[in-house]
């Protein structure tokens, strides 16, 4: 697998919102604000990732894989962190910090797999 800078990014900005959900799991009892708001990071950086992917793709630099499964995967991960604010939001307790660090681990692992699909790799 080629790691580009997209990949790099996401991958930060995912571990910052695994670990602000774990961290809030522990310390509160009630969704964190800081933990809300790396979820959002996560979704402004999917916005950004899936535009960018379809200017590349447009540009000419085509998906090494299935199409389909790419742009399945992209918009599936896009879902999860507004599924995981929703909930968050909705439900007042400990383990909606743990739905928000379930989110980041989440698309993290969906990202490693849309990036193998762009560049062509076999499933590890």
Known sequence: MIVDG???AGALVCALALILGVVATVIRDHP???ALVAVAAVELFLVVYAVAAAVRQAGGQAVS???WEFWG??????LIPPIAFW?????KTRWSNVVLAAAGI???VM???ME???DGALPA
């Not at 909930?87 to 439900?91: F, H, K, L, R, S």
């Open 6 to 8: 997209f990949f790099i």
């Open 32 to 34: 964190d604000d800081y």
């Open 65 to 67: 894989g299935e199409p």
């Open 73 to 78: 995967y992209v918009i599936t991960a896009l």
């Open 87 to 91: 909930w968050a939001v909705t439900d």
């Open 106 to 108: 989440t698309v993290f």
């Open 111 to 113: 990202l490693y797999r």
């Open 116 to 118: 193998q699909i762009w």
